[in-house]
């Protein structure tokens, strides 16, 4: 069965410091994975996308995540952080090709970032 | 392109009361699919939908139900509002296997039932 752990419910950085968000899944087939960012009272946004291509993954705001198959990884990463990045974030895990065509979320990663 | 709409934002409902969330999207997508969040629990699948038609339970469908009679609408009904229900509700849509695409989000609806 495929799950997906978000290993802190919250972090919290300074601006200006790097930001990780650790997550690790579990899957039978070659995963396609995920990261969302929920800002407080939204919906939810993509925030980059792994589906078997390059292992790492830039997306937008300067957010970039590593697939690892060896340590089944995704871990998200920023440099540095900005106040704007204060959001909770989602890793998100599905199968290629799976019956369902569903998503299977972790219970999400809050950030909070101090000036 | 409005994407994924969803309606109301906000409601309140007694218990034992009933009430459709509205869920509408123009991307022509063909998957479709309901989820509520719950603080500290991520999201949960209650319904979903891979056409017009078709509709398939998730994880957590117990007091809801679903209707896909177009391509554009996936409406979730509450026959029997209870506080249980009390959540946030979002509709998402996907072009195909949403392990390629993912997933396009509604802004969500906050639902109290008192």
């Known amino acids: 069965a495929q799950s997906v752990t978000q290993l802190d419910s919250h972090v919290s950085v300074s601006e200006g410091t790097p930001v990780l968000l650790r997550c690790n899944y579990s899957?039978?087939?070659?995963?396609?994975l995920f990261w969302y960012v929920q800002h407080p009272n939204k919906g939810l946004q993509l925030l980059l996308k792994y589906t078997s291509a390059a292992t790492l993954v830039k997306g937008i705001n300067g957010f970039e995540a590593e697939f690892k198959k060896s340590e089944t990884s995704f871990h998200l990463t920023k440099p540095s952080a900005h106040m704007s990045d204060a959001a909770e974030y989602f890793c998100?895990?599905?199968?290629?090709?799976?019956?369902?065509?569903?998503?299977?979320f972790g219970k999400g990663t809050k950030l909070s970032v101090k000036p | 392109n409005a994407g994924v709409t969803q309606t109301p934002k906000f409601r309140i409902l007694k218990i034992g009361q009933s009430m459709t969330l509205q869920c509408t999207q123009d991307?022509?997508?063909?998957?479709m699919y309901w989820y509520r969040q719950d603080p500290g629990m991520g999201l949960k699948l209650i319904y979903y939908s891979v056409g017009a038609g078709i509709t398939d339970k998730g994880e957590v469908p117990n007091g809801y139900n679903v209707s896909r009679s177009t391509t554009e609408d996936f409406p979730l009904r509450l026959e029997l509002a209870a506080p249980s229900q009390t959540s946030v509700y979002f509709c998402a849509s996907s072009y195909r296997d949403p392990a390629n695409y993912g997933y396009t989000f509604g802004s969500g609806t906050r639902l109290t039932v008192v």
């Open positions: 899957s039978s087939y070659s995963p396609s």
């Open positions: 991307m022509n997508h063909n998957y």
């Open positions: 998100v895990v599905s199968i290629y090709g799976g019956s369902q065509g569903n998503l299977i």
